[in-house]
Nanobody, 124 residues
Framework: QVRLVESGGGSVQAGGSLRLSCAVS????????MGWFRQAPGKEREGVAR????????YYADSVKGRFTISRDNAKITMYLQMNSLEPEDTAVYYC?????????????????WGQGTQVTVSS
């Protein structure tokens, strides 16, 4: 059974940093796309960052470029999201997701496996 478990969320003041982790189990880790998404109250779930594990290529939403960094540790089968210079607009539930294939899709619906989410709250 595939499981994705997020951790590392919390409350921080604007300008602060958080590091999210996503531990993966029961899933073939090669040649797949993993990503971080977020959903703020009253808004649709949106992509934040993605990484294609076959090549290590990364993709970022414009709103987080230069502030967030996605990475993965193949040995630990864990994905990370380092979030710096956090803004109140970053407040949301953050989800990690995974899907197999030869490319990294953009749409939420194209990801097969999801974690339960972790809350990130940024105060001004």
């Amino acid at each position: 059974q595939v499981r994705l478990v997020e951790s590392g969320g919390g409350s921080v003041q604007a300008g602060g940093s958080l590091r999210l982790s996503c531990a993966v189990s029961g899933y073939t880790y090669s040649r797949n796309c993993m990503g971080w998404f977020r959903q703020a109250p009253g808004k649709e779930r949106e992509g934040v960052a993605r990484i294609y594990t076959g090549t290590g290529k990364t993709y970022y939403a414009d709103s987080v470029k230069g502030r967030f960094t996605i990475s993965r540790d193949n040995a630990k089968i864990t994905m990370y999201l380092q979030m710096n210079s956090l803004e109140p607009e970053d407040t949301a539930v953050y989800y990690c997701a995974a899907t197999g294939g030869d490319y990294c899709p953009v749409r939420v619906g194209d990801f097969d496996y999801w974690g339960q989410g972790t809350q990130v709250t940024v105060s001004s």
